[in-house]
């Protein structure tokens, strides 16, 4: 059986120059019972982009695709298709300059259920957005049965979590979306969340998100996810909604 797996895009960008991101600007933990492995997108594999950012495409290393995340003892834990990430420190499309991180991603587990943290980068403004700004945040999943035994997506007691002002660990916590979720035979299953769009009480310099979630054994799962800061209500929150269309689950052929 042919798996064929549209894409993993991560992409962030940031209000105003002299922001700042975090390297890696994505990492993609993944564990099993056998060991763990990472695969991360880092900045110096990045190219520039006109608007004075930066663009790493998976189609740019097209015979690393799908790669293999494997144990030191050379387990496949799990695998990546394809990973696209962007990092622009400047809206220069708009009037207002936002902040805005996304995630997209697709994998596959490997012979075991695999417990997947995907950390997007940390991204500090280089000046706070406020002191009301609007934020908007999304989660989406969707799975794909590969063997006909039933898939599940599972953790909890959600899936992704969003921080404002400071990292994952450090940062104030804007919401948590999206929830475990199950499918029966070759079943396609999904399910997404959004916070819908907050003005939020306080200024923000900075801003990252977490999803944790476990995959059952040779199954395929893709996710969205997306932060979107904004000075005043603007055309970025439209750009957030447009990207949840891309992720998609693997179809077989």
Excluded: H, W
Aim: charged share 10%; net charge negative.
């Amino acid at each position: 059986m042919k798996t064929q797996i549209s894409s993993i895009a991560a992409c962030v960008l940031a209000a105003g120059a002299g922001a700042q991101f975090s390297d890696p600007i994505v990492t993609i933990n993944v564990s099993n019972a056998l060991g763990t492995g990472t695969f991360t997108a880092d900045l110096a594999q990045a190219f520039p982009l006109p608007n004075g950012g930066l663009t790493y495409s998976s189609a740019a290393f097209g015979p690393l695709f799908p790669q293999d995340i494997t144990d030191g003892g050379g387990n496949v834990i799990a695998t990546i298709n394809a990973v696209n990430v962007v990092a622009v420190d400047d809206d220069i499309t708009t009037s207002n300059g936002d902040g805005l991180a996304v995630v997209n991603f697709v994998m596959s587990a490997g012979e075991l259920d695999t417990t997947v943290e995907v950390l997007s980068t940390f991204v500090t403004l280089p000046s706070a957005f406020g002191p009301t700004p609007t934020v908007l945040a999304n989660a989406a999943y969707t799975a794909s049965d590969d063997n006909g035994d039933g898939v599940t997506v599972s953790g909890g007691p959600t899936l992704t979590d969003f921080f404002v002002n400071g990292d994952t660990s450090t940062g104030t916590l804007f919401d948590s979306l999206a929830t475990g979720f199950t499918g029966g035979s070759f079943a396609s299953p999904s399910t997404s969340e959004s916070s819908g769009a907050v003005i939020l009480g306080q200024a923000v310099d900075s801003f990252q998100f977490t999803s944790n979630f476990s995959i059952s054994a040779t199954d395929e799962v893709s996710g969205n996810f997306s932060i979107s800061v904004n000075s005043i209500p603007s055309p970025a929150t439209a750009v957030v909604l447009a990207f949840g269309g891309f992720a998609a689950a693997g179809r077989r052929r």
